[in-house]
T-cell receptor
Framework: NAGVTQTPKFRVLKTGQSMTLLCAQDMNHEYMYWYRQDPGMGLRLIHYSVGEGTTAKGEVPDGYNVSRLKKQNFLLGLESAAPSQTSVYFCASSSTVPGLAGRSYDTQYFGPGTRLTVL | GENVEQHPSTLSVQEGDSAVIKCTYS??????FPWYKQELGKRPQLIIDIRSNVGEKKDQRIAVTLNKTAKHFSLHITETQPEDSAVYFC?????????????FGQGTILTVHP
């Protein structure tokens, strides 16, 4: 059971190049998330998915696209990289746990991260 | 949307002392409050969480308290050890049908001096 994995671990891009980050989880989780982490700003949600074939925007979606073609995979794409996208990217996944008054809330499990530098 | 403020941004203690990190949140419908620990170059890992139906939860040397009326929650670490040195993040979920979305605080760098 590998949990949440991410590829690649490191990447250097030139401005305007494109790339795709891959997140995979083997815990059969419904929900998956992409965050970016910048110094002093915590973790900010880029996009998320509540199931196969669905995606939604988070707090900072501009410049990124995502796809969830398979339940276990969540891809993050940068079509035209910019220096402002230099960051550490974390993927996370979670399952639903029945909670109070029918609400559900979940524990998020994070991948090891991808350090991206855009020159 | 939800806004989470975390204080202090840095905290330095001597080994054996206690450490307290505080967070406030804005969405009164939030009902799940996890704390994550992130060591240098590693992924965030859940250390403790609290649901809105309890006011306090303890796990060995760490505890979390929640005051829903005041909309704040705190992490308490007792008998600190050098291996507790890390960045700690609090988070709160969005209320209602939030699909597990979390809003994170800015983080606290905890340094425990031997």
């Amino acid at each position: 059971n590998a949990g949440v994995t991410q590829t690649p671990k490191f990447r250097v891009l030139k401005t305007g190049q494109s790339m795709t980050l891959l997140c995979a989880q083997d815990m059969n989780h419904e929900y998956m998330y992409w965050y970016r982490q910048d110094p002093g700003m915590g973790l900010r949600l880029i996009h998320y998915s509540v199931g196969e074939g669905t995606t939604a925007k988070g707090e900072v979606p501009d410049g990124y696209n995502v796809s969830r073609l398979k339940k276990q995979n969540f891809l993050l794409g940068l079509e035209s990289a910019a220096p402002s996208q230099t960051s550490v990217y974390f993927c996370a996944s979670s399952s639903t746990v029945p909670g109070l008054a029918g609400r559900s809330y979940d524990t998020q499990y994070f991948g090891p991260g991808t350090r991206l530098t855009v020159l | 949307g939800e806004n989470v403020e975390q204080h202090p941004s840095t905290l330095s203690v001597q080994e054996g002392d206690s450490a307290v990190i505080k967070c406030t949140y804005s969405d009164s419908a939030s009902n799940y409050f996890p704390w994550y620990k992130q060591e240098l170059g590693k992924r965030p890992q859940l250390i403790i969480d609290i649901r809105s139906n309890v006011g306090e939860k303890k796990d060995q040397r760490i505890a979390v308290t929640l005051n829903k009326t005041a909309k704040h929650f705190s992490l308490h670490i007792t008998e600190t050890q050098p291996e507790d040195s890390a960045v700690y993040f609090c988070a709160a979920n969005a209320g209602g049908t939030s699909y597990g979305k979390l809003t994170f605080g800015q983080g606290t760098i905890l340094t425990v001096h031997p």
